[in-house]
C-alpha cells in the first residue's frame, strides 16, 4: 500500500493550498481517508476524515470552516482544501487509510500513512 501525499509549499497567512494524497495498493473505496498533521514539537493531531460515500465527514475544530476534505473513489485520490491558512496551521500533513466505515479521528486506528508534504504559512 502506497499513500502519496503532495500539494504542500510556503503561502502567506490568510492564502490556500489543496492537498493530494493518491493511494495505490488498496481497495480505496473500502477506507476512511483522513489527513493528519504534526508540527514541530507537538503531537500529531487529526485534521479531517471522509468515509467512502463522500458524505459523511468530520473536521477538527482548528480547521472547520476554512477546509473541506473531498475523495474521488474512481482515482484513488483524496483532498484538503485549506483556506485562509494561518501560521498555526504551519505543520507536516500526512494522509491516512483507515479500514472501517465511520470517520475516526484516533490516529492509532488509522492502517496506512503516508509520507507526509510540509506546509508553512507565513505571518
Known amino acids: 500500500v502506497q499513500l502519496q501525499a503532495s500539494g504542500g509549499g510556503l503561502v502567506q497567512a490568510g492564502g490556500s493550498l489543496r492537498l493530494s494524497c493518491a493511494a495505490s495498493g488498496l481497495t480505496f473505496s473500502r477506507y476512511v481517508m483522513g489527513w493528519f498533521r504534526q508540527a514541530p514539537g507537538k503531537e500529531r493531531e487529526f485534521v479531517a476524515a471522509?468515509?467512502?460515500?463522500?458524505?459523511?465527514?468530520y473536521y477538527a475544530n482548528s480547521v472547520k470552516g476554512r477546509s473541506t476534505i473531498s475523495r474521488d473513489n474512481a482515482k484513488n485520490t483524496v483532498f484538503l482544501q485549506m483556506n485562509s491558512l494561518k501560521p498555526e496551521d504551519t505543520a507536516v500533513y500526512y494522509c491516512?487509510?483507515?479500514?472501517?466505515?465511520?470517520?475516526?479521528?484516533?490516529?492509532?486506528?488509522?492502517?496506512?500513512w503516508g509520507q507526509g508534504t510540509q506546509v508553512t504559512v507565513s505571518s
Open positions: 471522509i468515509a467512502w460515500n463522500t458524505s459523511d465527514k
Open positions: 491516512a487509510a483507515d479500514f472501517t466505515i465511520a470517520p475516526r479521528v484516533a490516529g492509532r486506528e488509522y492502517d496506512f
